[in-house]
């Protein structure tokens, strides 16, 4: 079930990171006190988790979307939640697949991470502006992961 509301943005601690708090209890709505979910801010669309911390439940909201929608800490927004029962799946580009597949223990170690962690690698790899920086990171990434290691 889809719920929308207004929230004010928040700032974690004195972090450049940006999160609401949903005006409802998520367990009683979602059944659960950590939550996938498919979100709007202000019309930008945005998969992630509602979590329970320090006894309110909270949606991180990232800094590239408070970009997009111009606004910061304090500002409101409108949001959307519903929970996401999507399967969450990484595409990943083949050059760094045709890199990882020559070391078995690297493609073991992407397949164990969780969704986000895949994310960060190829968002890293694909984020290079220049062809020798994407295949240095596609080197260090598969450098990492046969380490068994997250990218931080």
């Not at 209890?25 to 911390?53: I, N």
């Not at 029962?85 to 073991?108: G, I, K, Q």
């Not at 690698?121 to 450098?143: F, L, M, N, P």
Request: proline letters at 2%.
């Amino acid at each position: 079930m889809m719920q929308e509301f207004k929230a004010i943005i928040k700032q974690h601690e004195n972090k450049n990171a940006a999160y609401i708090e949903p005006p409802f209890d998520v367990y009683e709505v979602f059944g659960s006190k950590r939550v996938k979910v498919k979100a709007t801010f202000d019309g930008v669309d945005y998969r992630g988790s509602v979590v329970s911390m320090g006894g309110c439940y909270m949606l991180g909201l990232t800094q590239e979307i408070r970009n997009k929608i111009g606004k910061s800490f304090g500002d409101e927004i409108l949001v959307t939640l519903e929970k996401d029962l999507e399967e969450r799946t990484v595409e990943v580009p083949e050059d760094f697949s045709l890199a990882m597949n020559h070391n078995e223990t690297a493609v073991a170690t992407f397949k164990s991470l969780s969704y986000t962690a895949q994310k960060e690698y190829v968002t890293w790899i694909t984020s290079a502006k220049r062809q020798e920086t994407r295949s240095d990171r596609i080197i260090k990434a598969v450098g990492l992961l046969s380490e068994g290691k997250k990218l931080r």
